[in-house]
């Protein structure tokens, strides 16, 4: 099941199994829904007529239904009747998220009033259940805006490293059925076709652990390499399955293949959206003992000691978010960006800056500025897809600090991209970008990939922001032919298939402009943002001004920069909402 779904299907059933927590004179009625609305229900197809009837009984049943179980039960029904997701997977997933949905749900202010709004968009209800908030900025005085210039030829150049979205399936069959009908295949069965591949399959599956070694393999004779960025999800989709010791695993068994074959490599990780149980599950570090996240953010201080220092250990157990200095004159800061995730459902308590995490990240970035050091930050999820409060407080300390901030680094997607930030008052100069690597795992449909980075090097003055990038592939159709061998391949260079003079935001604020006007050139790009195997379906004009928008900002739930692209805002929106992977 695609993990950005996991709410609403959560959601929309524990809503219609409460409203079968009704007294039972007001069950039948309810209950006669349940056929009919099965037939035309899918998990993907929430409707707004659907959601008003849906949530008319809810917050008086919530508090009528006590019990935690019978509430379970009641939900798995309503999940099977209306065919949200198949059986098994309606009975696990609903066992897995059950306590821990209640409990935020009960916590929360949320109403029927707003809950259609949040589930299906703002054409079918107003929610402000996320309330308006704002960081507190330095009194001190922006500093004077100097435009970036490239280095001098002479100066160095370091490589990074990075990898995201590994996502590894401890149950991946070679032969197996690659078109199954739970959310995650290639797990067992007989395929009426071609079944799963050796290397991986062109299907919603994710990857088995010998092609992760042999991507380590090859990376170790790849390099060098001058430190490595490793942003999260490192465990499968199968999240209806999954426990806190199956997580732990794999937290400590990719870990452990890191060290063996990169060895003494600085590895600077961040913390994804699938590391924890229920996957999107990260309270904030005020909600204490089982159901805090202290198992997690524990287990990874242990595994990553050998990568950070006990201060940074110290921040990654309160929170899953730290920073240290890695070279002369550059700092590292990696957030936990699950505390701006709309499908953390613990934010339904209280979603201002949770765990203090930005207020943080603003006085990092002043020491910083007040040091003279350079600042890259690395993230799971990218500022765009966080709750709008989170996003628009995220965008000013971008504005407010970019001079310090060097470089920005997000994965979550799967797909290749970035996201520009402008300056706020006009909306126009580039200030930043925040750039989205493509996924090692196929799902859905994918060559596995990563990406390297060529940055400003080591030296005085350097400005440490990111000069080209390549990213690499495993050609599957190749890998899997008989007799093959996996062959790791450079797929392109930023600069050059793109024609960059270097590749500062304005460099890519041009190429959003071309792109727009030269459809060639923007099949082509979109070729290479699904790392060679797009989708049969033709990009046309809604998919392409959708994308085009993505690109262009940084900001959650901001028109004002894809105006020009002629679409209606929420047409963009809800096309982006139907193609996310993750």
Partial sequence: MR????????????????????????????????????????????????????FTAVD????????????????????????????????????????????????????????????????????????SWNVTLPKTPKPPVRPPVPPPPSAPTARLLFLTDLHWDQQYTPGSDPNCKDPLCCRGGQPQGPGAGYWGSYSKCDLPLHTLENLLQHLASAGPYDAAYWTGD????????????????????????????????????????????????????????????AWLYGAMADAWQQWLPPEALQTLRLGGFYTLPIW?????????????????????????????QLQWLVGVLQRAEESGEKVHIIGHIPPSHCLQSWGWNYYRIINRFEGTIAGQFFGHTHLDGFELFYDEETISRPVGIAFLAPSVTTYIKLNPGYRIYHVDGIRSGSSY???????????????????????????????????????????WNQLLDRLQADERLFQHFWYLRFKGHPPTEPCGDACKKATLCALRTGRAADPKLCQTLKLPFSEIQAWRRQHKFC
Wanted: net charge neutral; hydrophobic share 45%; aromatic share 8%.
């Fill in 60 to 131: 008086a049943s919530m508090q009528l239904e006590t019990s935690v179980e019978h509430l379970q039960q009641l939900v798995t029904k309503v999940c099977m009747t209306l065919n949200l997701a198949p059986p098994k997977v309606c009975q696990e997933i609903i066992r897995l998220f059950g306590q821990d949905v209640v409990t935020a749900w009960v916590r929360s202010i949320l109403r029927p009033a707003e809950i259609c709004g949040l589930l299906v968009g703002a054409q079918c209800g107003h929610w402000d259940i996320y309330s």
């Fill in 234 to 293: 490192i465990a499968a989709h199968n999240v209806w399955q999954q426990t806190r010791q199956d997580q732990l695993h794999v937290l400590t068994t990719i870990t452990s293949l890191i060290q063996k074959y990169l060895g003494p490599l600085p590895i600077y990780p961040a913390v994804g959206n699938h590391e924890s149980v229920p996957v999107n599950a990260f309270p904030p570090p005020y909600v204490l003992g089982n159901q805090s996240s």
């Fill in 465 to 507: 922001m990111v000069l080209d990038h390549e990213t690499f592939i495993l050609n599957l159709t190749q890998a899997n032919q008989p007799g093959a061998v996996a062959r790791w391949q450079r797929l392109y260079g930023a600069r050059e298939t793109y024609g960059l003079p270097v590749a500062f935001p304005a460099d």
């Fill in 3 to 54: 993990a950005a779904a996991v709410p609403l299907v959560l959601a929309g059933a524990l809503a219609l199994a409460a409203g079968l927590a009704v007294p039972r004179e007001g069950r039948p009625a309810l209950e006669r829904l349940l056929p009919a609305a099965g037939a035309r229900f899918g998990w993907t197809n929430l409707s707004c007529p659907a959601c008003r009837l849906i």
């Fill in 328 to 356: 002369r004159g550059l700092r590292l800061v990696s957030l936990n960006m699950n505390f701006c995730s709309e499908a953390n459902f613990w934010l339904l308590i209280n979603s201002t800056d949770p765990a203090g």
